[in-house]
């Protein structure tokens, strides 16, 4: 049964990178059709997507973040993480990493969703 | 950078009765869409994907329509795990995925 986990510090410093990693066991990273997501929940508020990569290194970002993250994979460690710079109080969330089901084709593409989350991890931006 | 808009935002409901939500994208997204829910302190969970196709093990009262820019989510007799917050998610040809910002089913 595929599992993630998020891991990290869930204290960061205003103006500091927030880095968190996500490890998959239970299957491959490296699986065809597979992406794998961060998303983020302020306290109290909706769900946001920041970003996904696929196991070739090929990322998306939510444009709104885009200037500020960066999604890198690792696939002999079976992780991938994230990298939030310039953070703000703004940026006080809960960070779930998930498993994205996405077929592409030349002309055609498919979405199956989010299916396998990770728990969330907590992370409090203050000084 | 496609908006998802949600309505309600809550929805009072009582043990039994139907519960339709909505979703509207600010442009086509096809069938690319996904329904999540959500209970307090949980990770979302998948309901719906390609906008009527039940995820594994998610039961028949749990029901999605639309295609284009409108869409529906349909609780056919809400049971009381199925108070909680739903998301819909679309995903488009960038590979940019945007949540709406939820609705509410609360016992009424």
């Known amino acids: 049964q595929l599992q993630l986990q998020e891991s990290g510090p869930g204290l960061v410093k205003p103006s500091e990178t927030l880095s968190l990693t996500c490890t998959v066991s239970g299957g491959s990273i490296s699986s065809s059709s597979y992406y794998w997501g961060w998303i983020r929940q302020p306290p109290g508020k909706g769900l946001e997507w920041i970003g996904s990569i696929y196991y070739s290194g090929s990322t998306y970002y939510n444009p709104s973040l885009k200037s500020r993250v960066t999604i890198s994979v690792d696939t002999s460690k079976n992780q991938f993480s994230l990298k939030l710079s310039s953070v703000t109080a703004a940026d006080t969330a809960v960070y779930y990493c998930?498993?994205?089901?996405?077929?592409?084709?030349?002309?055609?593409?498919?979405?199956?969703?989010?299916?396998?989350w990770g728990q969330g991890t907590t992370v409090t931006v203050s000084s | 950078e496609i908006v998802m808009t949600q309505s309600p935002a809550t929805l009072s409901v009582s043990p039994g009765e139907r519960a339709t939500l909505s979703c509207r994208a600010s442009q086509s997204v096809s069938s690319n869409l996904a329904w999540y829910q959500q209970k307090p302190g949980q990770a979302p969970r998948l309901l719906i994907y390609?906008?009527?196709t039940r995820a594994t093990g998610i039961p028949a009262r749990f029901s999605g329509s639309g295609s284009g820019t409108e869409f529906t989510l349909t609780i056919s007799s809400l049971q009381s795990e199925d108070f909680a917050v739903y998301y819909c998610q679309q995903y488009n040809n960038a590979g940019e995925l945007t949540f709406g910002g939820g609705t509410k089913v609360e016992i009424k």
């Open positions: 998930a498993r994205q089901t996405t077929v592409v084709t030349p002309g055609y593409y498919y979405y199956y969703g989010m299916d396998v």
């Open positions: 390609g906008a009527s």
